[in-house]
């Protein structure tokens, strides 16, 4: 019923930019928080930053300054711009939204299929 497809990973020098972009769709009543995690082989998803329905973000230490979380919610869209690209950012990156459809009861938590991005040193 609901589906957030990313969009914007790929290659990219360290000390560059990227902007990943999350449009969900479907039969939505409402979106919650908006996220974006990243994952490495071996290691745990973790989360590099967050944006409340009303605009307050969240972000890891490792990404603070550098990382910007911003969303649309006319659009359920959330986007991250990354600058300042380490190797160390290399990962699939995921986006995430608690979602509550129509006629559901309560929000749900839902992926997106991931996008890979690739930080060359």
């Known amino acids: 019923q609901v589906q957030l497809v990313e969009s914007g990973g790929g290659l990219v020098q360290a000390g560059g930019s990227l902007r990943l972009s999350c449009a969900a769709s479907?039969?939505?009543?409402?979106?919650?928080?908006m996220a974006w995690y990243r994952q490495t082989p071996g290691k745990q998803r973790e989360l590099v930053a967050s944006?409340?329905?009303?605009?307050?973000?969240n972000y890891a230490d490792s990404v603070k300054g550098r990382f910007t979380i911003s969303r649309d919610n006319p659009t359920n869209t959330v986007s991250l711009q990354m600058n300042s690209l380490k190797p160390e950012d290399t990962a699939v990156y995921y986006c995430?939204?608690?979602?509550?459809?129509?006629?559901?009861?309560?929000?749900?938590?839902?992926w997106g299929q991931g996008t890979q991005v690739t930080v060359s040193s």
């Open positions: 995430n939204a608690e979602v509550k459809v129509y006629g559901g009861l309560s929000y749900i938590s839902k």
């Open positions: 479907g039969r939505i009543f409402s979106i919650n928080a």
């Open positions: 944006v409340s329905r009303g605009g307050s973000t």
